[in-house]
């Protein structure tokens, strides 16, 4: 059995930043995701999810954003292995069996993994689910340059050579170049998936109810990068008619999906129909869920309580909110192709004069999010502060004003900011040109509207500074630091992958083969900490905050929870709706 303390996933909404604000008081909520919400088991109605910004990824090979990864675990994508819902950590975080008989059989020290897929199970047109499609489903992975923007660890893992390149030598279903490999890599007898890594994996298992890399892809379905907004479900749900990017789409019914196969730990599948109502500001949405009334009474959101609205957040309102920890570390990177980012100095002044405290303030308070000292979340293994950033909080723009003057640096340093843009956004935006304008740097803020990490994983976007949100995998250093700033995997002609600032550096990417090829914890834990220093004095990041989630529902919403294995968002697996 695979366990572990608190679970978190990869990476967060373009808006969490707004969407992450802790309660103020009068939540019944302690902490732990539950709620006063009434309780039930009867099927039936409509759930309406408010979201603000539109959804980037729907194919899952490339969801990479926590509320993304959930919601569609929960509806249409169904794994080898998955986490149950449940308030009990210890059960939400132990994976059980989903589209496999069982957990999983491990050999050659974790290097190598087997899983038999349960007979009866079908995709939404009534085919059986094989084998060969899981076999298929992790071969997109490697098409570096169509599959981009998803977790991308068995580029690493699994074993293939490289080529000079650093990346894997089979390069993905599309091209066929290095098939061969690929196929000794993973290997299929009868309906039995083995797959072979070039390190020991043990915490496999983990990965795959994390994420959605390893899930099954039927290779007739897929129209490469044109998948990226369609589904073809294995799910309770499908997609009725088509998803709009802009707006949405309305998940109904697979009349093909059979409960049997299935167990209500993972998905109840209460509501006959989720509606996915995307473009409403967060102010509109929380103005509708605060007065409760027609469709918004059976409605949740991914967003947070907007500071302004805290106010609001009392008496029976306050009855329908949760506060809940959020695993998500929020940070900026210098863009390493910047021209002006390739100084050190100039790295280093940023980092000196950045104020996390205003722009705490500017997000909400104390109430809203902590300073951070380190990319690493504290709840996570291999965790310590980075001395980098252990100074003042409040930024020291005289301070960085020397070092630019020692290096030479002609001021004004023009540099452009690039974040996800809301309201709330742009306040904590304005506080960190604030004191970056007094040290020395002539600030453009470059907020983004529409899709967020999309546009700054191209490397050809034109930024200095980078806003970027992270939460582990699972709770090891190893899914932090490494696949957010090994180069090898990330740096493709056609994207940078989860390395937006683009770093690329020889001895960090040594020190995390290091610690993924270490033979215990303690080991990994030293090359992590090692690496995370690295970093630090690299300036290759500058943490800012450590976020929380407030959040109202409607009041005819049944079984609202925001379990360990939701990562602090509504999970779609247990809520249902009066009818």
């Known amino acids: 059995m695979f366990k572990y303390r608190k679970r978190v996933f990869a990476a967060t909404a373009a808006v969490a930043l707004a969407a992450s604000l802790a309660a103020c008081g009068g939540s019944d909520s302690d902490g732990d995701g539950t709620s006063s919400a009434p309780t039930s088991d009867e099927k039936g109605g409509t759930l309406n999810y408010y979201i603000f910004a539109p959804i980037e990824h729907l194919d899952p090979q490339r969801v990479y954003v926590g509320r993304d990864i959930t919601n569609l675990s929960r509806t249409v994508y169904r794994t080898l292995v998955a986490f149950p819902v449940s308030d009990d950590p210890e059960v939400a975080n132990t994976?059980?069996?989903?589209?496999?008989?069982?957990?999983?059989?491990?050999?050659?020290?974790?290097?190598?993994?087997?899983?038999?897929?349960?007979?009866?199970?079908?995709?939404?047109?009534?085919?059986p689910i094989t084998c060969e499609d899981f076999k298929y489903g992790a071969s997109r992975v490697f098409a570096t340059d169509v599959i981009t923007g998803g977790p991308n660890y068995i580029l690493s893992y699994l074993d293939i050579p490289k080529d000079d390149t650093g990346l894997p030598a089979y390069k993905g279903p599309y091209?066929?170049?290095?098939?061969?490999?690929?196929?000794?890599?993973?290997?299929?007898?009868?309906?039995?998936?083995t797959y072979h890594f070039n390190k020991p994996w043990p915490d496999f298992p983990l990965a795959i109810a994390g994420l959605h890399m390893m899930d099954p892809y039927r290779q007739d379905k897929d129209n490469g990068d044109k998948s990226n907004f369609q589904i073809f479900s294995n799910g309770p749900y499908k997609l009725e008619g088509s998803w709009d990017k802009a707006t949405g789409g309305t998940l109904v019914r697979n009349e093909n999906y059979d409960e049997s196969t299935d167990s209500p730990e993972l998905r109840a599948a209460l509501p006959d129909s989720i509606v996915f109502d995307i473009g409403q500001t967060t102010e509109t949405i929380y103005d509708r869920l605060i007065q409760d009334s027609g469709d918004d009474q059976y409605a949740i959101t991914s967003q947070s309580v907007p500071p302004p609205y805290y106010n609001q957040i009392e008496g029976p309102v306050a009855d329908r909110s949760v506060n809940v920890d959020s695993p998500y570390v929020y940070y900026l990177l210098p863009y390493f192709r910047s021209e002006v980012m390739k100084d050190p100095a100039v790295r280093q002044a940023l980092a000196v004069s950045t104020n996390a405290d205003a722009y705490v303030a500017a997000i909400g308070g104390d109430k809203a999010a902590g300073v951070a000292e380190s990319i690493v979340s504290p709840a996570v293994v291999g965790y310590q502060e980075n001395p980098a950033f252990s100074g003042s909080n409040s930024g020291d723009p005289e301070a960085a004003k020397q070092i630019l003057d020692d290096a030479g640096v002609q001021t004004p340093v023009k540099i452009t900011y690039t974040y996800p843009s809301s309201e709330t956004n742009d306040k904590a935006a304005a506080a960190l040109k604030d004191t970056w304008d007094q040290a020395g740097f002539e600030v453009t803020l470059d907020g983004l509207g529409d899709t967020y990490y999309d546009v700054i994983q191209k490397p050809t976007k034109d930024s200095d500074?980078?806003?970027?949100?992270?939460?582990?995998?699972?709770?090891?250093?190893i899914t932090v630091t490494a696949p957010l700033f090994d180069s090898r995997p990330n740096l493709t002609q056609n994207s940078d992958g989860q390395d937006y600032g683009a770093y690329d550096s020889d001895e960090f990417n040594a020190l995390v083969d290091e610690a993924q090829n270490a033979s215990d914890l303690d080991a990994q834990t030293a090359a992590l900490q090692e690496a995370d220093a690295l970093l630090g004095e690299d300036y290759a990041y500058i943490p800012l905050t450590i976020t929380k989630f407030y959040m109202l529902y409607g009041s005819k919403v049944t079984n609202y929870t925001t379990t360990p294995a939701s990562n602090g968002y509504p999970d779609l697996g247990a809520i249902g709706v009066e009818s």
Not at 109 to 122: H, L, M, N, P, R
């Open 95 to 127: 994976p059980v069996p989903d589209l496999a008989t069982d957990t999983g059989t491990s050999e050659e020290g974790g290097k190598s993994w087997s899983f038999t897929v349960k007979d009866g199970v079908k995709w939404e047109d009534g085919q």
């Open 175 to 193: 091209t066929g170049e290095g098939q061969e490999l690929f196929d000794k890599a993973v290997t299929c007898d009868g309906n039995t998936i």
């Open 465 to 477: 500074v980078i806003w970027g949100g992270w939460g582990a995998d699972w709770p090891s250093a």
